[in-house]
């Protein structure tokens, strides 16, 4: 208790903020098939720590969720087998935490998203850009790329001849506002 209060006096006197922001995470996804490409989406929001000195800033969101029959394509027969794929009644969410992100606002920078799909856990990297500070808040875009086998998901396929490519790419954007 002593040595919290004393970081929240000093805090100040280093040139560091710390904030609890609301992050809004929209997310894309890019896949491919047999015969044509298609794209999907869902949203999430979530508490966020964010901490910003003169140089950078440390993003952490201990869990950002999305309820899997929440995500879309708008195709409805491709929604319906994307559902199937990811068994929603044993696997309901898809769950990633961002822990301790150095981000800089002025060039993109490697980080580590931990996400929880299908019972599996995994480190997967994310390439994120530089941050920007605009008036709705501080906006962060980031992408990377996901193998549906890594998730131990069975790729949909119609008639064992139109099959879903492994690779998804996914592309995120974080709205991190005040609550």
Known sequence: MKTTI??????????????LLHAKIEV????????????????????????RNETEAVLSIA???FDVKSLSTDHKKRDRNMLKMFEPDDH????????????????ATDQILILNIHGQSLEVPVRMEAYEITPEGKVLNGS??????????KRPSVMGVIRVGDEVKLHV???LTQP
Do not use: M, Q, Y
């Open 6 to 19: 004393l970081l929240l006096c000093c805090t100040p006197l280093f040139g560091v903020r710390a904030d």
């Open 92 to 107: 309901p969410e898809i769950r990633g935490t961002i822990k301790n992100w150095h981000l800089s606002g002025k060039e």
């Open 144 to 153: 990377f790329t996901l193998s549906l086998k890594a998730c131990d998901l």
């Open 173 to 175: 954007k974080l709205l």
């Open 63 to 65: 869990d950002v969720s």
């Open 28 to 51: 894309t996804f890019d896949g491919t098939s047999t015969l044509h490409d298609f794209t999907g989406n869902g949203k999430s929001e979530s508490p966020a720590d964010w901490t």
